[in-house]
């Protein structure tokens, strides 16, 4: 399975930017990179997720890395709500790579 | 549009004992998903079921972990017998189809502490 690798974790202030990055240097042609986040005490949300192209939705920016050996997660004015961990997962498009797997994740914690 | 309802949300048992979760997935999504989270990671797949068959269990054990989803809709996660490592948080979750740009929704878990 192709993996992915980010930091346990990070810190923010409300209000302010918060670039979360993920490496994935053996990401394959066909892989999307998905962007899942879990709040304290809920199953894991869908934030986002793109091929190759920068991706903007209601809840965050992701930018791919031209050669998609890395993405950057971005939340454009964090919130207390914004604490949560973060999953930076690449889905195949057929059979088992099409699978969430979910890796430890970058836990982020948003100050006041 | 009503989320993925599970049932019980915590449930203490003692080791050797049976246990069963319950999953009603949002109307109309034809693919159903059990995780386990474990503390401190991140969920693993269990089981996956396209309509009423398992499209994959590779990772349940089957020795003791059993799922079903009858019908197509509902679906139940059971441990008989458990053990003390099957402490975690069961996930369920659901899809409109399989695909890889396809939204998964999770429920809010159910809490099993094995004693």
């Known amino acids: 399975d192709a993996k992915t690798t980010q930091p346990n974790s990070m810190e923010s202030n409300e209000e302010e930017p918060v670039h979360l990055p993920c490496n994935h240097s053996?990401?394959?042609?066909?892989?999307?990179i998905h962007w899942y986040r879990q709040l304290p005490s809920q199953g894991p949300e869908y934030v986002i997720h793109?091929?190759?192209s920068n991706v903007n939705n209601r809840m965050a920016s992701l930018a791919i890395a031209e050669d998609r050996k890395s993405s950057t997660l971005i939340l454009h004015r964090a919130t207390l709500r914004d604490a949560a961990v973060y999953y930076c997962i690449l889905r195949g498009v057929v059979g088992a790579t099409n699978k969430l797997i979910f890796g430890t994740g970058t836990l982020l914690a948003v100050q006041p | 549009e009503a989320g993925v309802a599970q049932s019980p949300r915590y449930k203490i048992i003692e080791k050797r004992q049976s246990v069963a979760f319950w999953c009603n997935p949002i109307?109309?999504?034809?693919?159903l998903y059990w995780y386990q989270q474990i503390l401190g990671q991140g969920p693993k797949l269990l089981i996956q079921?396209?309509?009423?068959?398992?499209?994959?269990d590779s990772q349940l054990p089957k020795d003791r972990f059993s799922a079903e989803r009858l019908k197509g809709v509902d679906s139940t996660l059971k441990i008989q017998p458990a053990k003390l490592e099957d402490s975690a948080v069961y996930l369920c979750a659901s899809s409109l189809v399989m695909g890889s740009y396809n939204e998964q929704f999770f429920g809010p878990g159910t809490r099993l502490t094995v004693l």
């Open positions: 109307s109309g999504h034809a693919t």
């Open positions: 053996t990401i394959s042609g066909t892989d999307y």
């Open positions: 079921f396209q309509n009423n068959g398992v499209v994959d």
């Open positions: 793109g091929l190759t």
